[in-house]
């Protein structure tokens, strides 16, 4: 089934708080490092507060957790027509207001930004606009799924 | 970390080859939530039309952008992130004959940006010669 370009504009209001943690920085960082050692400013407050930060910095693509959860309330939508068994995830984007760092309880607020028809897929661009729970902009996640046609 | 005033589009930024295998992949899931099975499971992958396990196209995202992270010294410079995600990362089982992947990451200079105090790092991604990441541009905030 195609997913519905009327579906485009649908929001979705801020959801479930999330909390960034020092541990789950400091596993997301091992787990990103490449075999490398983890940068310090992932895991040693001290050295994330020299570089003038509040507490440890979450990693570049950290809040993909944070959005992909978010998605899913248009994902997992009957209403939506995405059958995730054929998605495969085309492009990702985050654009940082200020670092993410641990303590800080997160929502996102989600808007499907469009829905296109191209050489038989559907394109699904979904963003998410991360804010703390007091409303303080933090970060802006763009990420377009392609449901590959039958 | 660089200085603006002292870069020049196209500029080494850095290289690294990064070795992946499984254990990385459930690593990776176990981090970020994301627990679909074609990143652990040949039987599913298989099913769905690959030649196999392929690793997730978000843990490429995350590896690749270390050699920027370690050129500027700040994960927090990283201002903007953002790729298409062009090819996949095929991850053979340990006991396979080619275990693992073998993901070939460097990075240059793309612009500058001075009013901004931006530099953008261009990253190139690829896999057994194939680019995995297309249009991979990190905007990194660096000092004048």
């Not at chain 1, 994330?48 to 993909?64: E, I, K, M, Q």
């Not at chain 1, 998410?128 to 590959?148: F, K, P, Q, Y």
């Not at chain 2, 070795?19 to 994301?34: E, F, Q």
């Not at chain 2, 050699?67 to 090819?87: I, L, S």
């Amino acid at each position: 089934m195609p997913v519905d370009a009327g579906q485009a504009g649908r929001t979705w209001p801020p959801g479930e708080p999330f909390e960034v943690t020092r541990a789950a920085i400091a596993a997301f960082a091992a787990a990103t490092a490449g075999g490398g050692p983890v940068h310090p400013a992932h895991t040693d407050p001290e050295v994330a507060r020299s570089l003038g930060h509040a507490d440890v910095v979450a990693p570049p693509t950290f809040l993909v957790g944070l959005a992909q959860s978010s998605d899913a309330r248009f994902v997992d939508d009957p209403a939506s027509g995405v059958d995730f068994s054929r998605v495969v995830h085309g492009e990702q984007r985050f654009t940082h207001h200020r670092p993410a760092v641990a303590g800080d309880r997160l929502v996102a607020a989600l808007t499907v930004e469009s829905v296109r028809r191209m050489a038989g897929n559907d394109l699904v661009t979904m963003r998410n606009d991360i804010t703390t729970t007091d409303g303080e902009s933090v970060c802006t996640s763009t990420s377009m799924l392609v449901v590959r046609g039958e | 970390m660089p200085k603006l005033s002292e870069l020049s589009v196209g500029d080494a930024v850095g290289s690294a080859t990064v070795h992946l295998t499984r254990a990385d992949l459930v690593r990776y899931a176990d981090a970020s939530g994301d627990q679909n099975p074609i990143h652990r499971s040949d039987e599913v992958a298989r099913s769905v039309g690959l030649s196999g396990v392929i690793a997730h196209g978000m843990l490429t995202m995350g590896v690749a952008v270390r050699v920027v992270v370690d050129w500027c010294g700040d994960p927090a410079a990283v201002v903007d992130y953002g790729t298409r995600f062009t090819g996949q990362v095929p991850v053979g089982a340990d006991d396979a004959p080619e275990p693992g992947a073998d993901l070939e990451v460097s990075a240059v200079v793309g612009a500058l940006d001075v009013e901004a105090g931006t530099a953008r790092v261009d990253i190139t991604a690829t896999c057994g010669g194939t680019r995995v990441l297309g249009r991979a541009r990190a905007v990194v905030r660096l000092p004048a």
